[in-house]
């Protein structure tokens, strides 16, 4: 199928992107990637009357330290996050998710806003972001706000973005208590969307796990913050027992739908089991066992 008609914009600033979103109000759709926004209009799920193309936009891209944070901007493709030092280097699972992300494609050109503005449960950055408590910078004509990810994911394709709104960038904490981290995903084939997968940080203190947090992509409607999973893991030594508690409470939070990727038990159980795998893998890197 072919998309409907639309009028074509393509701002140099962020100024100028902002404008336009407020004049065309719901009646407009940014365009990043692509790689989601254009299949939904091909397939007349989305029919917006204005395209707004970001690509244009110089000052919506790259990756930098700012006080304790990094900051990434929202037009900054995928592949340049796999490719960044500094993200390797300061938040390893980052660059590690996108190279779990579809094909080079898809990576050259979507990018992390297109990601976390989308609001698909099956993307993998949401849940990353929550587990990493990563804020997203909103702006519009009457100024910014900053939206914590755990509260951005509202339903499917459902989010806290109004339409006058521009995704700037993602802000995340730099960890400093040496958290280590982990993104664990199973998926049917290379490209493919999760069947389920885990992203968990946790540090430890004299042998007992001092923080940790816990979320799931594509085992219900949003990615799903687990505070029970994390909970679990909380003053534990995160041996056999704490870990197979977390991953209990990782697939109680889950509420998947029966679909091309398997039967409802089998991707609660593949939640519980990516969950198994992060905690374990976060522990190593925290310098546990
Ligand atoms: C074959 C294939 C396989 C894929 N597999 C995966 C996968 O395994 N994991 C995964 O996470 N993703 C996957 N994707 C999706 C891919 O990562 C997309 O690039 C991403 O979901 C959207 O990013 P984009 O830049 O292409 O955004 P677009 O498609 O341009 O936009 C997506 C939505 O976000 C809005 N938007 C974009 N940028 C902004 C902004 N700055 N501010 C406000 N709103 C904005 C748009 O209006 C639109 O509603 C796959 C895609 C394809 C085609």
């Known amino acids: 199928m072919t998309p409907g008609s639309f009028e074509y914009h393509r701002p ?10 407020g004049q065309y109000g719901d009646e407009g759709k940014v365009l990043a990637g692509g790689h989601s926004l254009v299949p939904m209009m091909k397939l007349r799920l989305a029919a917006p009357s204005h395209l707004i193309d970001i690509n244009g936009i110089d000052d919506l891209k790259g990756i930098a330290e700012d006080g304790g944070e990094i900051v990434i901007g929202a037009g900054t493709t995928q592949a340049e996050v796999l490719a960044s030092d500094l993200l390797a280097e300061s938040c390893p699972i980052l660059p590690e998710a996108a190279a779990l992300i ?8 979507g990018t992390v806003g297109g990601n976390c503005a989308n609001g698909d449960p099956g993307n993998d950055y949401p849940a990353i972001m929550i587990a990493l408590g990563a804020s997203y910078t909103l702006r519009s004509a009457d100024g910014e706000r900053q939206v914590v990810a755990a509260d951005f994911y509202e339903g499917v394709y459902a989010t806290a973005i109004e339409d006058n709104e521009l995704m700037i960038a993602v802000r995340i904490p730099t960890h400093a208590d040496g958290a280590g981290m982990s993104y664990r995903k199973i998926k049917r084939k290379v490209g493919d ?7 968990v940080t946790l540090s430890m203190d004299g042998g007992k796990c001092a923080s940790a947090t816990v979320a799931l992509t594509n085992v219900a409607d949003t990615a799903v913050l687990s505070a029970a999973a994390a909970d679990a893991l909380v003053g534990s030594a995160v041996d056999d027992k704490a870990i197979d508690a977390a991953a209990e409470k990782a697939m109680a939070d889950s509420d998947p739908a029966e679909d091309l ?3 409802v038990e089998y991707r609660r159980a593949m939640a519980g089991e990516m969950t198994r795998r992060a905690i374990r893998e976060a522990l190593a890197r925290a310098g546990g066992s």
């Not at 140099?12 to 979103?21: G, H, K, R, T």
């Not at 579809?102 to 050109?109: E, G, S, T, Y």
């Not at 969307?193 to 992203?199: F, G, L, R």
């Open 12 to 21: 140099q600033s962020v100024d100028e992107a902002v404008a336009l979103l």
């Open 102 to 109: 579809a094909d080079p494609q898809v990576r050259n050109c």
């Open 193 to 199: 969307y999760a069947i389920a997968a885990a992203a």
């Open 261 to 263: 990727r398997g039967p």
